[in-house]
């Protein structure tokens, strides 16, 4: 069974940073592409930034320069660190199986930037 956990949200003031976790189980971690997607209040999902198997990293314009993902195969962790936050980065983060949207998410972590 395909299992993501998140952690690492919180609340903190714009330009604030947070380091978002994602542990997961379940499958062959470094076989897959891994990606951050978030879900603000009243709003669709949003692709934040993938990372490929071999480390290559693509991000939204939103987000570029400011978050950064990386991932520990060791670990079968997946990371990303958020800097320079913005109120507009207040959402639900999710993990997600594969490029884009992914296929599996997990349970989301909220991170809350207040101005």
């Known amino acids: 069974e395909v299992q993501l956990v998140e952690s690492g949200g919180g609340m903190v003031q714009s330009g604030g940073s947070l380091r978002l976790s994602c542990a997961a189980s379940?499958?062959?971690?470094?076989?897959?592409?891994m990606s951050w997607v978030r879900q603000a209040p009243g709003k669709g999902l949003e692709w934040v930034s993938s990372i490929s198997v071999g480390g290559n990293r693509n991000y939204d314009d939103s987000v570029k320069g400011r978050f950064t993902i990386s991932r520990d195969n060791n670990k079968n962790t997946l990371y990303l660190q958020m800097n320079s936050l913005k109120p507009e980065d207040t959402a639900l983060y999710y993990c997600s199986r594969g490029w884009g949207l992914g296929d599996n998410r997990g349970q989301g972590t909220q991170v809350t930037v207040s101005s």
């Open positions: 379940g499958f062959t971690f470094s076989t897959y592409h």
